[in-house]
């Protein structure tokens, strides 16, 4: 895995259960904390998007994923909706795995810290560089089938957006995950109910949307927009096999 | 020159020996295609290697990008597909697998004009300008059986990082022989250039040997280059084969503008500038024939018409 197996992502420590997931929500509230005073500085660059993936981009990297080096399975997040980046660089200062002055570089052309996220200045951070819209679960799978190919225990998640599944792209992959069986992948649709232009339901309604997810032969489910909440979502669902796996975060 | 000019080689076999080979000297190959391996060549690998061999569907944008997904997690992939419909990709070509640099080996079947019976919609006259244009990326177009072998296997072996290969469909001429080498970066001189300095890439390069052969009974000297690294390209060649010429051509089964037609463009006008004829595919799209004599004869392509071309500019 390029730059992966030594991700610092990797090497934190985390308790399973209840005591890692009071850590975990007490964190997030600081990065919430944060992440407001940051918006600000920054303009209020997609602040409304930053804000509701915030505690998906805790419970990920925050619990997930190194939980998941406790439980010998390889973990890793591929981002679909890039421009909630500002989240995703919090989130990373909260952690100490980027310096808490470098997060005034922001969008600036020298910084590491891209307005979205781009892989090569992230090497171990960040997977896949996005921006723009449609491609993460496409690269998800990708990475996904070759765990099964060379019979690696290896899970993905992907962070989508709710206006990004316009992207007819979403549901090609959609149909490629549930055929090719790739029951190691997890979709975490940040369902804030916002699009570019407004309510998503105005623009181009999504609902019913979990039945969509499952009509394309995945397990679909709900959880709150709540740190803790997610990452229970998510021990659940790292658990089911069989069917590649779509957590729906309510706003 | 001893040049076959009649297409009886073709690609998409040349292109299955070769993906077998690469899938038995390496284990991190694996081969993707959007639901036309028995068209593009790659089922002889799905036979040979089930377990490494994916068919996404019809769904070319899925396809890139879960080539990028596979080399992101250390494989090789090659994904094959209808060159035309590859560059409906093109996004996720630029923004993910350029922009990380990713080993992806893109393999574009049909394009040009091969595939003469399936009309206008399948003939990709784009893809060397939309290709040719983004960092990071190696463009190559092999003109024959044994060039697109030693080639599709270098891209994938030796080779780290992006391509693009541009392959035609059953109209490869014979141009080479057994353990010929063809370094990317590199190109063939096939003919000194003396009066014309010709230069051609993929299926057109038979067909413009055919056309310097013409020239040669009217006492024409023309050179003749083949271009089969698009990028990087054999600026040094391509400069000093034209320097020693009063007229450069080139000669190709896309557009002029953005192909290798503007390619050569830019590089005489930094160095040697020279009058320029090219010869391919202007504002016009292809057509549906029952030959591809034909449809080149309806595009103005034949040998014939290009050697009167050049001969008609000398004038």
């Known amino acids: 895995m390029n730059g992966f197996a030594d991700s610092p992502l990797l090497f934190r420590n985390v308790d399973l259960g209840p005591s890692g997931l009071r850590v975990l929500a007490e964190k997030a509230e600081r990065a919430r904390t944060r992440l407001i005073k940051f918006l600000s500085e920054i303009g209020g660059w997609h602040a409304g998007s930053s804000l509701s993936s915030l505690n998906i981009v805790a419970a990920l990297y925050g619990y997930w994923v190194p939980a998941g080096r406790a439980l010998g399975v390889e973990r890793l997040v591929v981002i679909s909706k890039g421009h909630m980046a500002p989240a995703l660089y919090v989130w990373l200062s909260i952690e100490g795995l980027i310096g808490e002055e470098e997060l005034e570089t922001f969008a600036t052309p020298w910084s590491r810290l891209q307005s979205h996220p781009e892989a090569a200045r992230l090497r171990g951070l960040v997977v896949s560089s996005s921006g723009s819209l449609g491609q993460g679960l496409s690269i998800a799978n990708g990475i996904a089938l070759a765990a099964k190919i060379d019979g690696v225990r290896r899970e993905v998640a992907v962070l989508l957006g709710d206006g990004e599944l316009d992207e007819g792209q979403v549901w090609e992959a959609a149909a490629t995950a549930s055929a090719k069986g790739l029951d190691n992948v997890i979709a975490v649709i940040d369902r804030n109910m916002l699009q570019h232009t407004g309510p998503t339901e105005e623009v181009k309604p999504k609902e019913p949307l979990a039945a969509k997810w499952e009509a394309f032969g995945w397990h679909a489910v709900e959880a709150p927009n709540d740190a803790a909440a997610i990452a229970a979502a998510l021990d659940a669902l790292s658990k089911l096999r069989g069917r590649p796996k779509a957590l729906i975060v309510r706003r | ?315």
């Open chain 2, 1 to 315: 020159m001893g040049v076959i000019v009649r297409p009886n080689g073709s690609y998409r076999r040349a292109l299955a020996e070769a993906l077998i080979e690469a899938g038995r000297r390496s284990r991190d190959v694996v081969v993707l295609d959007a639901d036309t391996p028995k068209s593009t060549g790659t089922l002889a690998f799905a036979r040979e290697f089930p377990e490494r061999f994916v068919n996404v569907g019809i769904s070319e944008q899925d396809l890139v990008a879960m080539a990028a997904g596979m080399a992101i997690a250390g494989k090789i992939p090659v994904a094959a597909a209808f060159a035309m419909f590859l560059m409906r990709a093109w996004e996720q070509v630029r923004n993910t697998i350029a922009r990380d640099g990713l080993n992806v080996k893109l393999v574009g079947t049909h394009a040009g004009l091969s595939d003469f019976m399936d009309g206008a919609s399948h003939q990709a006259l784009e893809d060397v300008a939309l290709m040719r244009t983004l960092p990071r990326f190696t463009v190559l177009a092999p003109a024959d059986a044994r060039a697109t072998r030693e080639l599709v296997l270098e891209a994938i072996l030796s080779h780290r990082g992006p391509v693009y290969i541009r392959l035609g469909r059953d109209n490869a001429p014979v141009i080479y022989s057994e353990g010929e080498e063809f370094p990317i970066g590199g190109s063939k001189v096939l003919e000194d250039a003396v009066d014309v300095a010709v230069f051609s890439y993929g299926p057109m390069l038979g067909v413009a040997a055919e056309a310097v052969r013409i020239l040669r009974r009217q006492d024409i000297h023309a050179g003749l280059v083949d271009v089969y690294s698009i990028k990087p390209l054999d600026k040094d060649t391509i400069a000093r084969q034209s320097a020693k010429a009063s007229l450069v051509v080139t000669v190709e089964d896309h557009r002029v503008h953005g192909g290798l037609g503007s390619a050569v463009a830019e590089v005489l006008a930094e160095t040697t500038p020279k009058r320029i004829l090219r010869i391919g595919v202007a504002d016009a799209f292809g057509a549906s024939a029952r030959s591809y004599e034909q449809l080149l004869e309806y595009m103005d392509l034949t040998p014939e018409r290009i050697a009167s071309r050049i001969r008609g500019e000398l004038r």
